[in-house]
């Protein structure tokens, strides 16, 4: 087998993988909080989990892929103080709590198809997991490390020596972060409610009984409740959005560590955000978040074509938001798939040459916008057009950008409003240049070299119309 290197935030360096298990691979990715729609920015972490899974695959390994649905607890503070994002989810549109998370699963499941983001093995909602969650609390306990306040109980980070080692921070500076949700009974600001107390009994829609009172589960419990049932001997890689490795995994970490005693996941990966096209984080809790359907959908984007730019940056490095790149999106993939159309029905050999650099780069750290450039490379290299097809269809089982897929009619729209169909990648930069030319001139009223460009462009094969938008050109062998 390949080598495949990660970076895993706990060691801050690119490590080479080595699963427990020679074959099989225990992937723990944390899920939505079933409140709202998810938004581009979420969805680009479940992408890069996507990507990193397929890439597993790919590389022969078993995957048991275990995917949480957190719907309870997680509060608006993202500690422990605020309300509980469901029950304000739940009034704000005036459902019961448990009516709001599965109206939200359910569009997320239908986000996750639409992107071609293959299913984890095992869903599991925390609402379904409270015994789990209890015994872990238990167990903790007793070996010393909770206490009870006023409103719940609680987990004594001090006790834990190497609080700090997923975030790399001062201590000094993760008690600040924590000191902005005052509590005063807390021990240290670090501290986290394993278990919060109802406040009054019977004010919330979901609330459980437990051995220190009527109440639910801390956010960060969930996580490692359900990863210890289901991954307990395949704890290899555990994976988020960059904000969960402060608050969230620090605490998953510390409180799997202390109940069992033993390493809890060896591999930590986290996608950095999506930004709003401003530098600032997309947030369900902002105002200007976007989602699959508003983003993508009614303007009649593919949106795989939000997976195509998701594919360009590298899951490490930051992304700006911006309506033009998802028309970018469009036009190479609807480029890249009549690329692909163009070189037959025939399907011959994947090329071994061009698999073993593809495996290469995506086994670098999972380095999907230079295997989108390799991509490029079997297109315009001298192998058989159907070898090409057998080695990019091979490519699209990481991708997952539907490249076989033939459309009938594919348009592509240019800024200046012309429409081109068919578009055919070799012809792009010719006929583009073309096209703007005789625009140009169209706007200036020289009929004659506006005509004079419309016999170059039929001489290349294309039927050329003058629509009220611009000009509408389509390739006539694929019509
Ligand atoms: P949530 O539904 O808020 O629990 O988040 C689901 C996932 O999306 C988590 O892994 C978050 O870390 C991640 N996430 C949240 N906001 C962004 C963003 N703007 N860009 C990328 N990932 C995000
Ligand atoms: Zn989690």
């Given at each position: ?35 709202n729609f998810a938004h581009l920015g979420n969805l680009r972490t479940f992408l890069f989990e996507d990507l990193l899974k ?426």
């Amino acid at each position: 087998m390949e080598k495949i290197y990660l970076y895993n935030t706990l060691s801050r360096c690119k490590e080479e993988f080595k699963p427990i298990d020679d074959k099989l691979v225990g992937l723990y990715t944390c899920g939505p909080t079933v409140y709202n729609f998810a938004h581009l920015g979420n969805l680009r972490t479940f992408l890069f989990e996507d990507l990193l899974k397929r890439t597993l695959v790919y590389n022969s390994y078993q995957v048991k892929h275990v995917m949480n649905i957190t719907d309870v607890g997680h509060l608006t503070g993202d500690m422990d103080m605020g309300e509980d994002k469901i029950e304000s989810g739940a009034r704000r549109e005036g459902k019961t709590a448990w009516d709001i998370a599965e109206f939200y699963t359910q569009a997320f499941l239908q986000d996750l198809n639409k992107l071609n983001i293959n299913f984890p093995d095992i869903w599991c909602k925390a609402s379904d997991h409270i015994k789990e969650q209890i015994d872990l609390i238990k167990e903790l306990e007793k070996k010393g490390y909770t206490y009870i306040t006023k409103d719940g109980v609680y987990f004594n980070t001090s006790l834990v020596s190497d609080y700090n080692k997923l975030s790399h921070l001062p201590l000094e500076e993760l008690k600040e972060g924590a000191r902005v949700e005052k509590n005063p009974e807390k021990k240290n600001p670090t501290d986290f409610a394993l278990w919060k107390f109802s406040l009054p009994v019977g004010l919330r829609q979901m609330e459980w009984k437990s051995p220190w009172g009527i109440g639910f589960p801390g956010w960060h419990l969930e996580c490692s409740a359900m990863s210890l049932k289901y991954l307990r001997n395949n704890l290899d890689i555990h994976c988020g959005g960059i904000d969960h490795i402060n608050i969230h995994h620090t605490n998953e970490i510390a409180q799997s560590e202390s109940a069992t005693g033993k390493k809890f996941f060896n591999y930590w990966l986290h996608g950095a955000f999506l930004n709003m096209g401003n530098g600032k984080k997309m947030a369900k809790s902002g105002k200007n978040f976007v989602t699959l359907k508003s983003a993508l959908e009614d303007k009649n984007i593919d949106p795989l074509a939000y997976r195509f730019a998701v594919c360009q940056v590298h899951y490490r490095k930051m992304m700006e938001y911006s309506l033009k790149s998802l028309q970018q999106g469009q036009n190479s993939l609807n480029n890249l798939r009549s690329a692909v159309a163009a070189l037959g029905e025939e399907l011959g050999e994947v090329d071994l040459n061009f698999q073993m650099k593809f495996k290469q780069v995506i086994n670098n750290d999972l380095n999907i916008p230079q295997a989108l450039a390799l991509l490029s490379q079997v297109l315009k290299s001298k192998i058989k057009d159907k070898d090409k097809k057998a080695t990019i269809l091979d490519f699209d089982r990481v991708l997952g950008l539907d490249l076989g897929k033939v459309e009938k009619k594919q348009e592509a729209i240019k800024p200046w409003g012309s429409k081109i169909e068919g578009f055919n990648l070799k012809l792009t930069k010719k006929i583009v240049e073309l096209l703007n030319k005789r625009e140009e001139a169209r706007l200036k009223k020289d009929w004659t070299r506006a005509d004079k460009l419309r016999e170059e462009i039929i001489s290349l094969g294309f039927t050329l119309e003058d629509i009220t938008e611009g000009q509408k050109i389509v390739v006539k062998n694929h019509e």
